[in-house]
């Protein structure tokens, strides 16, 4: 989704495009199993806005943190997170190489 608020240093969803994902969520009787976002001036941890607006207790937060360098190639954190009721959990991630990545 692109970025409503237009900053550099806070994400909000268009309010139209959040309704239309959550309304085509209903009528597959799906839910949102994981939602991330990137952190480019702080570390891969939720933020007190990332943890108010956490209304998914089943859903994984990832969040990847790119501060290091910024939009060049480089290496990122890469976190997840469980967040029910204020409450962030970190959750173990596992990278398993695939087919292509192997030598």
């Known amino acids: 989704m692109v970025n409503a608020a237009g900053s550099p240093t806070f994400y909000e969803f268009d309010s139209t495009d959040l309704f239309a ?34 209304s998914e207790p089943n859903a994984h937060y990832v969040l990847v943190s790119t501060r290091e360098h910024g939009n060049n ?23 398993t190489p695939t087919e292509e990545s192997t030598p």
């Open 21 to 54: 994902l959550y309304k085509n969520l209903d009528e597959r009787d799906e839910e949102p199993v994981v939602i991330y976002h990137s952190h480019t001036a702080t570390e891969a941890y939720p933020s007190r806005t990332d943890i108010g607006l956490a």
């Open 73 to 95: 190639a480089g290496p990122v954190e890469f976190r997840s997170y469980s967040i029910i009721d204020g409450v962030v959990t970190e959750e173990e991630v596992t990278i």
